[in-house]
């Protein structure tokens, strides 16, 4: 409608300003009028006063029954009045105000006759003149309504018709488009008016198809990417859902098979020792070595359903098959655990499927398939024949099973001790080596680090699990008399703010303070953030047995530089996302050499960790980083 109200006011406006003109021409023309008036007038008076030698009293007699006049002053030449006559009342005539407006009103008349010793003054009356006037224009006023009337409702209807017009066009357009019809539309077969819009119709419809193929195509690759793993280039959760819904939703199918969900045990551990590289590199291997096992099944298909975990769609395998699939698996990841150095590659849970089961049970029955394949040899494997499990108390039959792993090593002390060294970047840095601990369960295989401490965890087992790795490590030292090396011991938080553990960790490290002296203990910035109170009160318990403190993953959080100030740490390890390719981000350049000047004004060692590559050691040395740590600059071995 706006374009309706634009001609409307357009024409509007063009009307009032010919009306105003015609007014105008009106007021001018009867000006003139008024004025050959006055003209005659005036030659009558002159004639009339030549000729009649009437006295002055029958002067104005005979002018007044002869003229009509607004304004009348009759007076001898030496000034004495005669006669004065004014008009008292004066009807509204919007003609005269208009002749105000544009000036055009009529002035007074002045004559004198030396003879008869008369000086007559006047304004003849014009009101039969003003009637006139204000009957043509109030006759013009309503030719402007009746125009806003006709014009408005010829403008709707041109518009309307238009409208009409136009969508029938467009319609047609599209829908040629949309049939990726070639021919256009024939101007020649429009009204006149709709000429070059047919032209700009044309021009659009092939602009138009030009964009749809491009958007089918555009649409096509982000459908494709949209379910495809960026790393692996495998099917992601997205195509998982949707191909295990259609094995399963379906029960007049009978479908059946086995789903197999295998969990990347070293990821962690590689991203954060060997820099993301390195952990991308296993992904692909680990996925290449399913994608071998599955080709031998006909329709097998392999999804990246997150950052470490794998699904294996196998259609018509039995149970009974899926042994054998899980032996060739074992033997395709021991053979990639030498290759790459790890303790282990990874640990699947297997469930039988078949149309008409729950996608979220058959999910958690491969869940705590994995879980108890974590508590067996590396890269183990379990097959999770029953499925009630899910009904009855021995669902929690996995985290039982982990409750029995976690007790066996704590009451065997089933630890194996390795240590990552640190090196100095100049002969003044002090640094030291770090513990990394590996837990064996019963049969002598190494369980995978992360899913044990993250099930000593959850079953609060955490604390006696730290208690052991330091008893280890003091052992250790003193059997090996390793007195004069310095060696950082990782610690939870939950540990570092749990006061029986501080007490009995001080009362330790007093038993043998000389050993205490070379120990450093690493937490988390994270952790300590927690409750500052007590990573206070946990620190000054070890400054004062001679231990020391290193705050590990420093710059995560948004509070990092307080902890100069208030946890007061005599090493701060920077968190290994600053290191990698440090040697071409500025930004992150920029940011250790505050951290390191800060540090040094306080006496802090600064320590930067997964340190890959060369460049990357040289940079971060340019800096002036006291200690180097990382897969570069040497492997864990056993202590």
Not at 119 to 142: E, G, H, K, P
Not at 498 to 519: G, P, T
């Amino acid at each position: 409608m706006s374009i309706f109200r634009r001609v409307l006011v357009q024409n509007t406006v063009l009307f009032v300003i010919i009306s105003l003109i015609s007014a105008y021409i009106i007021c001018f023309a009867f000006s003139q009028y008024a004025k050959q008036q006055q003209s005659h007038h005036l030659a009558q008076l002159q004639q009339l006063l030549e000729l009649d030698k009437s006295t002055p009293k029958q002067v104005v007699k005979n002018l007044k029954s002869s003229f009509s006049y607004q304004d009348l002053r009759v007076e001898r030449l030496s000034g004495e009045v005669e006669h004065q006559y004014q008009q008292d009342k004066f009807p509204f005539y919007l003609s005269r105000l208009l002749m105000q407006t544009f000036g055009l009103q009529t002035h007074m008349q002045t004559y004198a006759n030396q003879l008869a010793n008369l000086r007559i003054t006047y304004i003849l009356s014009q009101d039969d003149i003003y009637q006139i006037m204000d009957n043509l224009l109030y006759a013009l006023v309503t030719l402007f309504f009746l125009f806003i009337f006709i014009n408005t409702f010829t403008i709707r209807y041109q518009i309307k018709r238009i409208l009409n017009k136009s969508i029938q066009i467009i319609c047609r357009t599209l829908t040629r488009t949309q049939a990726n019809e070639p021919e256009n539309i024939a101007a020649h077969t429009l009204p006149k008016e709709f000429s070059s819009l047919a032209l700009q119709l044309n021009e659009m419809r092939s602009t138009m198809t030009q964009q749809l193929k491009e958007w089918q195509t555009s649409a096509e690759n982000y459908r494709h990417e949209a379910t495809r793993d960026v790393v692996t280039g495998l099917p992601n959760r997205i195509s998982f859902v949707s191909s295990l819904e259609e094995q399963i939703n379906d029960e007049q199918t009978k479908n059946f098979g086995i789903l197999a969900i295998t969990r990347a045990s070293e990821l962690q551990y590689l991203n954060q020792n060997r820099g993301y590289e390195a952990g991308d590199q296993y992904i692909c291997d680990l996925s290449q070595a399913i994608q071998r096992v599955g080709n031998h099944y006909h329709n097998a298909l392999l999804f990246r359903l997150n950052g470490s975990d794998f699904a294996l769609i196998i259609p018509n395998v039995t149970i009974k098959e899926a042994e054998n699939f899980a032996k060739n698996l074992f033997g395709r990841f021991t053979e990639l655990q030498k290759a790459l150095e790890t303790n282990s590659i990874g640990y699947t849970g297997i469930v039988a499927y078949e149309a008409g089961d729950s996608m979220g049970e058959l999910l958690a029955l491969a869940d705590t398939g994995i879980s108890l394949a974590q508590t067996k040899v590396a890269n183990g494997w379990h097959i999770q024949n029953d499925k009630s499990i899910l009904n009855n108390v021995s669902a929690k039959y996995g985290n039982q099973n982990w409750k029995q792993v976690i007790d066996d090593v704590l009451e065997s002390r089933a630890v194996k001790l390795f240590y990552q060294p640190i090196q100095p970047t100049n002969k003044s840095s002090k640094v030291y080596s770090e513990i990394l601990a590996r837990f064996t369960n019963s049969e002598g295989d190494i369980l995978p680090t992360a899913s044990f401490v993250a099930m000593a965890e959850k079953m609060d087992k955490i604390i006696e699990l730290d208690k052991l790795i330091i008893d280890a490590t003091i052992q250790t030292i003193q059997q090996k008399n390793l007195n004069t090396q310095y060696f950082g011991i990782n610690i939870t938080a939950k540990s570092a703010h749990d006061e029986q553990f501080c007490v009995w960790l001080e009362r330790r490290l007093l038993r043998d303070s000389f050993i205490a002296s070379k120990l450093i203990f690493e937490a988390s910035e994270f952790g300590l953030q927690q409750n500052m109170p007590a990573s206070q009160r946990f620190i000054q318990m070890l400054h004062r047995t001679g231990a020391r403190v290193t705050v590990e993953r420093f710059g995560i959080g948004f509070t990092s530089f307080k902890f100069f100030r208030d946890i007061k740490p005599d090493f701060v390890k920077v968190d290994g996302s600053y290191s990698r390719g440090i040697d071409e981000d500025k930004n992150n350049q920029y940011f250790l050499r505050v951290v390191v000047d800060l540090a040094h004004r306080l006496g802090v060692t600064v320590i930067a960790e997964s340190v890959e590559t060369q460049e990357e050691k040289f940079a971060l040395e340019q800096i002036f980083i006291d200690g180097t740590q990382g897969y570069f600059i040497g492997k864990p071995s056993e202590l």
